[in-house]
């Protein structure tokens, strides 16, 4: 053996040797590099002339347009794709050889372009000054004069000029890129409005800058250099000194987007200073969606699409093109990632999964903690198991759909998980079952994704700004896409918005399931423009003739449209709401408040109207009375929690306080409902929120205010005692702010508490709350207090125009399935069913499961029909599979004795329904939803509020609905433990009693209800 095997026998190699050696390994990498660079411009000059085909053509047939797919014949579309890439899979490896397009005006890019090594070139055919002439050309004339204005401004460097600024500084939320450039169409309108230069700043975790860049025929959006000294990089914008700050959708009054609007272009106008900076307060898709609804109104003629859930608008992909390119480094990266995959700018779709995303499914699988830390990077998980199948089974459905948008593309996949992209890339895909070897590419030698609001969340990380690249290069990739398929949040919705939103499908439900292709939820629906939609005198003094013609529809599958908002003056009739998808109902809204306020007892009319006096007089002080909903508080579900509202009107008049709702769990109330111009404002000011309320706390442990808890106390004294005790609290309390609350939510003492409302409302007789009922004044409380906020009031209007609903013309029947009865624990275990009603947790329905709900159901039906038997049936259920059973099954009545109307034999109904929804979520155990994942909550409860008659079960849901129509006609088909009741029965029957000193606080008044006012259902009770 050789001595230089052991270390203690080797020996010392002298230094001029050491140099001798490196100089000749220098020498030998100088001649191999030098050979190489040889021999690629040697290919790059001859590869025309020796046969090279550089060309990369492939047939691309349009998936029909039909529901049902032949599968079949999408794999020989595939099959004869696939014989011709083989063919010239050599020859079709570097897409940048292709002819660029031609510049009229650029010359000197396409020259310099021809010259570069294509392996890593900073050009690219997607993004570049040569596509900013035809972006520029294809936006409105309102933008097109801004951005040449605002080249000139920005041109002439002038003291003078003034900068409207979007800025990123400290604990601003700003959510991800995506979020941040979302409302970028908006706050170019409001620039243009106030004459500013718009420019961008993000001082967290970088800026802009450190990723894309400005063009020289575009616009420059950096903000000057004398902006960065002005800025405190350790206070939110809101917090500035040296600048001024507008917080769109700030204070607590509700108002319309155009007034939104109008006060940012109003208080903007009015200060001198040369920096004024602009945001939300929240980066709420919802709110950015109403305002990029204003870009819309002004940039089109007539027709315009609608915004909704993270899209980004259409005219996305021009403005960006016209404003920002990647930084060079990005730009070749790009490059090569294109090369090495074969893509070419519209000849692939991408298909993106937004993995790391902590949905409520996600939350189940890993917990709530580690789903959010999972995903600003402050927590990995293992990719095995339960999520390592969760995330598999969403990249494949994201893949079908992106392979059913245009069956013959190359498909290119991103994720912010590397696991799931490499795993993805490494086997095969499968198309209507059929197991076929599909051509998926993906970047899978990376880390994991950074996301750029992580800095926010965690002080101590130190990133550096290459480590965003990737985000970055996915985004322009997809920008360059023919289709693309993406899921929930805003990223993959941008690329597809840089993409034009001309081919999208949409593979996940806000909730995190996967929605299966083809669906609807990625067509671009349009609504008409009306007056009502644009600012102050923007109507007349549009120029017209630039804004861009009629939008038109862009289905995927055949959907009606959106249509008309009802003009001004719109009557109390079905006729006048002229369309479906209009705002307009005639169940709620403005033109019902003045009936119901009458309908009222004397004391409460007085209250309302002193309550709106307080509420709009600025100089007022009123003191509040809080209903609050926050973290840890007991507040049950949605009807749960405004039962007891009658209750809380009559004690905030006797304490002479203002009474405001404010719940943070999990969403406000104003973010489904709004008050009423004539009505009463129920919002808690703004004051409450941001100062006073540490939503962290419940109620009973707030620090800033004191917080009353009535029936507190075992055994509860009589209603009245509480009340009057509660009074005599709240009376000697001198703090601005009080909350109030029940010590829990049994209906028993709701029902005691309205039974003393119902005592200073009626004379003699009395109604008897019993059960979940609502109060019978329910539906008129709730019509001066409450209307849906816009997006659920469309969806009501389309629900019923489509199942030709009309109101009080229809009956409701509501099941709640979900209920965790006895039977229910006994069929399938007693906390698989609270799971079940609590954690949606999904059971297959089938089997004893499946024949109780159905014997549920069939009664339900059946004491609907017995109520009005010529009416028309609106089933409603928190079962997606039983309203789907429901819908296909024709219902057959049995013969029975108790009915009192004679039917057909075997007659049969044919129930409408909506069966194209997941499943109802419920408000109390919600853990990280989306706010839009209750509007079908509110939907069903506003439209069984229109009934004629409602069938109800357990629970107050659907006692709430039989409220708002007034208690008038309504069958109780269970019994609370459970069981079906057969009808006819009494419990839907309203009783009477007499007065009784339990419930009065002897001081009842004048102007009480007299008996007559009741209906005819009702019953003296004995």
Sequence with gaps: MSSRQYPGNRRRIAPAQVQGR???????????????????????????????????????????????????????????????????????????????????????????????????????????????????ESLPKWLQDYFAWHRDQTAKQSPDTKYLVISCIAEDKCGGFSDRLRPLPFFLFIASRVNRVLCIYWARPFGLDRFLKPLKRGIDWRCPADFEPLVNKTVASRWQTNFKHHILYYGAKKRSVVDVATEAITAIRRNTGRFYSIGFKHQDFAKIDATNMVFHAHSYRDRMPVANAWIHVPLMEHIFRAMFQPIEPIARSINDTMTRFGLVENQYTSVHVRAKYPTYELSKIVGDDKSIKHDLGTASIDFSGPYRDYLVGIGRNALECGMLLEPSNKIFFSSDSPDLTKYVTDNSSSLGGELHEYDVVGINSRYEIQHLEQSRHDENIDLDHVEFYPIIEDLL????????????????????????????????????????????????????????????????????????????????????????????????????????????????????????????????????????????????????????????????????????????????????RVLCI????????????????????????????????????????????????????????????????????????????????????????????NMVFHASSYKDTIPIANAWMHVPLIEHIFRVMFE??????????????????????????????????????????????????????????????????????????????????????????????????????????????????????????????????????????????????????????????????????IGSFGAFGAGLSGNRCRAIHRSPMGPISRCPNDRGDNFVTKETKDFLLGDEGEGRLSSETYSTSFARYN
Excluded at 68 to 83: M, W
Excluded at 914 to 938: G, V
Aim: glycine fraction near 6%; aromatic fraction near 10%; hydrophobic fraction near 35%.
């Design 477 to 656: 990739i997809m920008g360059g896409s023919q289709c693309v398929a993406h899921g929930v949040g805003s990223f993959g919705a941008f690329g597809a918005g840089l993409a034009g939103n001309r081919c999208r499908a949409i593979h996940r439900a806000p909730s995190g399931k996967p929605e299966r292709c083809p669906n609807i939820r990625g067509d671009n629906l349009v609504v008409n423009i009306t007056v009502s939609d644009l600012i102050s005198d923007e109507y007349t003094s549009l120029d017209t003739e630039g804004l861009l013609p009629p939008t038109k529809e862009l289905i995927m599958n055949e959907v009606e449209e959106f249509n008309t908002i009802p003009k001004e003056g719109a009557k109390d009739t079905i006729e006048n709401s002229e369309a479906e998808g209009s705002p307009y109902l005639t169940m709620y809204g403005e033109h019902r408040v003045e009936s119901s306020l009458a309908a009222l007892p004397e004391w409460l009319r007085t209250y309302f109207l002193w309550h709106r006096h307080q509420t709009s007089n600025a100089a007022s002080r009123p003191k509040y009375m809080v209903l609050s909903c926050l973290k840890r508080d007991k507040c049950g579900g949605f009807s749960d929690r405004l039962r007891a509202v009658p209750y809380w009107l009559l004690l905030a008049s006797k304490v002479n």
């Design 788 to 953: 849906p906020i816009e997006p659920i009031a469309r969806r009501i209007n389309a629900t019923m125009a489509e199942l030709g609903l009309v109101e009080n013309q229809y009956t409701s029947v509501h099941v709640r399935a979900r209920y965790p009865t006895m039977k229910m624990a006994r069929i399938m275990g007693k906390q698989e069913s609270r799971e079940h009603d609590k954690k949606d947790k999904k059971l297959s329905f089938q089997g004893e499961y499946k024949q109780y709900l159905m014997e549920i159901a069939s009664n339900a039906l059946e004491c609907g029909m017995l109520l009005e038997p010529h009416n028309k049936i609106f089933f409603i259920s928190d079962s997606i599979d039983l309203t789907k059973y429901v819908m296909s099954n024709p219902i057959v009545i049995p013969p029975n004795d108790l009915h009192n109307i004679t039917f057909p034999k075997n007659a049969t109904y044919q129930i409408v329904a909506i069966d194209s929804r997941d499943e109802i979520k419920h408000l109390e155990h919600a853990q990280y939803t989306n706010h839009i994942e209750y509007y079908p909550l509110i939907e069903d409860l506003l439209i069984m509020g229109g009934s004629r008659c409602v069938s109800h079960g």
């Design 22 to 136: 490196l100089m000749a390994l220098f020498v030998r990498l100088f001649i191999a590099f030098f050979c190489v660079i040889v021999f690629s411009n040697y290919i790059l000059l001859h590869g025309g002339r020796s046969g090279l085909d550089l060309t990369y053509l492939v047939n691309n047939p349009v998936l029909g347009d039909n529901a049902t797919i032949n599968y079949e014949n999408i794999f020989s579309q595939l099959r004869s794709v696939e014989k011709g890439e083989d063919t010239t899979q050599e020859k079709t490896n570097n897409y940048r050889v292709q002819s660029l397009p031609k510049i009229d005006e650029e010359t000197e890019i396409t020259a310099s372009a021809s010259q570069r090594d294509n392996t890593g070139s900073s050009f690219l055919t997607m993004y570049g000054e040569h596509r900013v002439q035809h972006a520029i």
């Design 662 to 753: 404010y719940w943070s769990k999990p969403f406000g109330l104003d973010w489904f409902l709004q008050p009423l111009p004539n009505g009463i404002d129920w919002r808690c000011p703004q004051e409450f929120i941001e100062e006073m309320v540490d939503v962290n706390f419940p109620s009973r442990f707030q620090s800033n205010y004191p917080h009353v808890v009535l029936f507190n106390r075992k055994p509860s004294p009589p209603a009245n005692t509480v009340t009057l005790d509660a009074i005599k609290r709240i009376q000697n309390i001198k703090d601005k702010y009080v909350s109030v609350s029940f010590r829990d939510r049994a209906f028993l003492k709701i029902n005691d508490a």
